[in-house]
């Protein structure tokens, strides 16, 4: 056989991969490393609590949690944050806490939420911004930093927390 007749059969097995990926991913088949989203009323459980302790909004801390993890407390970013709110290594350590404990992770991630609104005198553009793309850059442009990636994330974040 020739490369020409390899080629349908490697695009075919490669599609069939993609396929047993999605089915894995959505939920119509067990993948132990498919994400797992906890369900609406723990995800309000854990959010009522933690805005609560840290006197923010439950709409914000919803729409940054869900934002940043869409409810997966075992959520991995590439960039290496981990759980619902997304904590970087360094923060969870500073917190003292395991990233994937859900109730952990939510006090941990509100209240450097809070502490961004401080700092940012209580503009909570600046502080979505920061909590996406670090405080040093929000304050090295003197707002929202012109990435993309952190422009769409505080249009999305804002949006949702409006709509709460």
Same mark, same amino acid.
């Given at each position: ?9 490697? !695009?075919?097995? $490669? ?17 132990? *490393?498919? $994400? %797992? ?13 933690? &805005?609560?302790? %840290? ?5 914000? @801390? =919803?729409?940054?949690?869900?934002? +940043? $993890?869409?409810?997966? #407390?075992?959520?991995? &970013? ?12 360094? /923060? ?6 395991? #990233?994937?404990? #859900? /109730? &952990? ?13 401080? !700092?940012? !005198?209580?503009? /909570? ?5 920061? *909590?996406?793309?670090? #405080?040093?850059? @929000?304050?090295?442009? %003197?707002? @929202?930093?012109?990435?993309?990636? /952190?422009?769409?994330? @505080? +249009? !999305?974040?804002?949006? =949702? *927390?409006?709509?709460?």
């Amino acid at each position: 056989m020739g490369k020409r007749s390899l080629m349908p059969m490697q !695009r075919l097995a $490669s599609f069939a991969c993609l396929l047993c990926l999605l089915y894995g991913c959505s939920g119509g088949g067990f993948m132990p *490393y498919a $994400s %797992h989203a906890l369900s609406a009323a723990e995800i309000r459980a854990l959010v009522s609590q933690a &805005s609560s302790d %840290h006197a923010l909004p439950p709409g914000l @801390v =919803n729409a940054v949690l869900m934002a +940043e $993890s869409g409810g997966d #407390p075992s959520a991995i &970013s590439v960039a290496g944050a981990e759980g619902l709110m997304q904590l970087m290594p360094g /923060t969870a350590a500073h917190c003292g806490i395991d #990233p994937f404990e #859900p /109730t &952990s992770n939510v006090d941990c991630g509100s209240s450097y939420l809070k502490s961004l609104l401080v !700092r940012y !005198r209580g503009d /909570t553009r600046l502080a979505v911004a920061a *909590y996406n793309a670090g #405080p040093g850059a @929000v304050d090295r442009y %003197h707002g @929202v930093p012109p990435y993309a990636e /952190t422009q769409a994330y @505080v +249009e !999305r974040v804002l949006s =949702n *927390y409006r709509s709460y």
